[in-house]
């Protein structure tokens, strides 16, 4: 049994398959982009303290992402030392009801090895979908440092950006693959 022997009127221009794979992947990294823009901000404050409930947010669709901007400006005085905290975010319903939550550890450090050095993470930007129609709220609690305030942002995007960007990773391999093939084949 073998191959069967195609004539080259037959055959599959394998760079041209390609060329189209790799325009999918581009047309898929830019619908991913315009996704992931913001469409508007919805919030933005700072607050001292161990918590802050901000909304109410109202929702006009199913499935509105939100992307949720925290930091906190961990402060070390002198050239030594460390400090951290913790901000969880949760998200309530339009009684107050808690639904879910999510959280991030700030944290900076400083010290003296071979010379002077700091290192932080005092940044983060969480992106979470909102399953229903209506009102929710968000209730901030920190834990740890709290000399310094929390600022935070609420933003609406556009839409999810994950699926077009996984789609467009597997276009762009399959576009390398067949442009290796076709190459190959010459």
């Known amino acids: 049994m073998g191959f069967i022997k195609l004539s080259a009127s037959d055959r599959v221009d394998l760079g041209a ?14 619908t991913a ?35 949720i901007e925290l930091s906190h400006a961990l402060s070390i005085s002198g050239n030594y030392g460390a400090m951290s905290s913790f901000v969880e975010g949760e998200v309530l319903d339009r009684d107050r009801n808690f639904l879910f939550s999510f959280g991030k550890e700030f944290w900076a450090e400083a010290g003296y090895d071979e010379g002077n050095w700091s290192e932080s993470d005092t940044h983060t930007t969480m992106k979470l979908t909102l399953p229903d129609i209506g ?9 740890g440092s709290l000399d310094r305030a929390v600022s935070v942002t609420v933003s609406r995007l556009a839409g999810s950006g994950l699926l077009h960007r996984v789609l467009g990773i597997i276009a762009l391999i399959a576009g390398i693959v067949l442009f290796w093939l076709g190459k190959r084949a010459d």
């Open 135 to 143: 009102s929710y709220y968000l209730r901030f609690k920190a834990e």
């Open 17 to 30: 398959l390609a060329v189209v794979f790799l325009i999918f992947a581009a047309i898929c990294f830019i």
């Open 33 to 67: 982009i315009n996704y992931d823009g913001t469409k508007e901000t919805l919030l933005r404050t700072r607050y001292k303290g161990q918590e802050k409930t901000l909304g109410p947010i109202d929702t006009k669709r199913k499935d509105t992402v939100l992307a």
